[in-house]
């Protein structure tokens, strides 16, 4: 099934603009890792969401995602690796899959992680970012994985299953990886590891990463009063373009996406 847009980010922005997509009688697919791993989910309290004041975090993403389960928004778990845009349309890798759709919004929040020391220079030599995409290449061989969410770690007992031997670093903040035109080594935490691969299972991909090309300012990703990128047919909101990080300035920004997204694809049809 193909989809109108696609919304990289299940938060509060990407449930708004979800919802919002619908109300426009396009179809939308939410990408995104279980709300449990939203940073949301862990707040006791959230006392300045217009009419909610004291609801809890969980609580509040919980209504969210029912509101757009309710609308027709579709879901997908998982994270979303690369893009790439043709003949007015983008792909979108998520774990093994294509997702094929005319416009995308991205919500997926800030990603703090800097690159490693090694990761760039041997992504693809042994450094991956899917442990169940390219898993099956380093089979019964020795692999780290630098984790940072309870799906980090599926993906880490997912590699024992197939006979990989796993040494497990728990959001690791120094590491340096190296090697020889391959994967040879990983150092974290003053710990050192011989491995034939590297997987990085970061919450989400870093947005000039996902999508080469994109503005970004101060870290953050540049947008207009539309939410629309410089990219066709990418948009954003939410924390991944700015402060305040609050949730209200999240789900507005989201509408806002969520409507230039549907205008966007119907303005397609018209060409």
Not at 128 to 134: E, F, G, L, Q
Not at 164 to 174: A, I, N, Q
């Amino acid at each position: 099934m193909s989809f109108d847009v696609l919304v990289i980010g299940g938060g509060p922005a990407g449930l708004s603009a979800a919802i919002n997509i619908r109300a426009r009688g396009k179809s939308a697919l939410v990408v995104s890792n279980p709300l449990e791993e939203n940073p949301l989910w862990k707040s006791e309290r959230v006392e300045n969401y217009l009419g909610l004041p004291g609801v809890t975090g969980a609580e509040l993403l919980t209504a969210m995602q029912k509101h757009a389960e309710a609308d027709g928004v579709e879901f997908l778990a998982g994270k979303a690796l690369s893009a790439a845009f043709m003949l007015d349309k983008w792909y979108v890798s998520v774990g093994s899959d294509v997702q094929e759709v005319k416009a995308v919004v991205l919500a997926a929040g800030v990603t703090r992680e800097k690159k490693f020391p090694g990761e760039a220079e041997l992504l693809g030599r042994g450094v991956s970012y899917c442990a169940t995409c390219d898993g099956m290449l380093y089979r019964d061989r020795p692999v780290a994985v630098l984790g940072y969410s309870e799906t980090a770690r599926h993906e880490a007992e997912f590699l024992r299953e197939i006979g990989c031997e796993v040494k497990y670093f728990d959001r690791p903040r120094d590491c340096v990886i190296s090697g020889e035109g391959m994967v040879e080594q990983v150092l974290c935490g003053g710990e050192t590891a011989k491995v034939d691969a590297v997987f990085i299972l970061r919450p989400a991909m870093a947005p000039t990463d996902l999508f080469p090309g994109l503005g970004i300012e101060n870290g953050y990703v540049q947008a207009d009063r539309r939410m629309a990128t410089g990219l066709p047919g990418v948009f954003a909101a939410g924390d991944c373009t700015g402060g305040p990080l609050q949730v209200a300035k999240a789900a507005g920004e989201g509408l806002i996406a969520g409507q230039s997204a549907a205008a966007y694809v119907d303005a397609l049809a018209r060409k």
